[in-house]
């Protein structure tokens, strides 16, 4: 795992420990950027289930303002904190080291996040559907105008999150990567 791109790029981060989390390619990850540049310098970025944080670092990487990182692992919240030391990025990130679908429960909307990261465990698709279709709801409230959502999940697994809508969808073996927006009324 490595920064791709920007003032970080080759540099690499450490891994995650065993399975908890699923690390995206280089491959993946500058296909997904080359479509998401126009919108990462400046940005304010959340990284939900952020794993060691590859989405978010490579954001701040590219210019982003400030990213958050959401992920209630321990061990991948260890890894986490050292790869944000270790790019001395402590003064623009911030680890929100819970579980997120709670901090979101009780979190005032701010709408002015420009870019979110949604990589939840392929199983929650399965498990905790509803659960993530209230997060869908309760994540509108907090993207900026322009704001995009980054929905990756498992290519043979569908879930509509209202009130965003698809804008984009992109297929990659068996990963499926959607970009999703808050869909205005007609």
């Known amino acids: 795992m490595r920064i791709i791109a920007g003032e970080f790029r080759g540099r690499k981060l450490l891994p995650p420990e065993g399975d908890v989390t699923r690390p995206i390619t ?29 989405m978010g670092l490579e954001c701040l990487s590219r210019g982003a303002a400030r990213a ?26 911030q680890v929100v080291a819970t579980d997120l679908f709670r901090w979101f429960n009780s979190a005032k909307p701010d709408a002015n996040v420009d870019l979110i990261f949604l990589d939840p465990p392929y199983r929650f698709l ?21 704001g995009i959502v980054i929905f990756r999940h498992d290519a043979s697994d569908e879930l509509a999150l209202p009130p965003l809508q698809c804008t984009d969808r992109r297929e990659y073996g068996g990963m499926t990567i959607e970009l999703l927006r808050v869909s205005t009324p007609p």
Do not use: C, M, W
């Open 68 to 93: 958050t990182f959401f992920e209630s692992d321990r061990s991948a919240v260890t890894r986490l904190k050292k790869n944000i030391d270790v790019l001395a990025l402590g003064g623009r990130s």
């Open 26 to 54: 280089d491959r993946v990850k500058q296909s997904l950027f080359d479509i998401l540049t126009p919108y990462v310098d400046a940005a304010h970025v959340f990284d939900l289930f952020a794993g060691t944080g590859s």
């Open 126 to 146: 399965g498990d905790r559907r509803a659960d993530l279709q209230r997060l869908a709801e309760t994540l509108s409230a907090h993207l900026s105008a322009h």
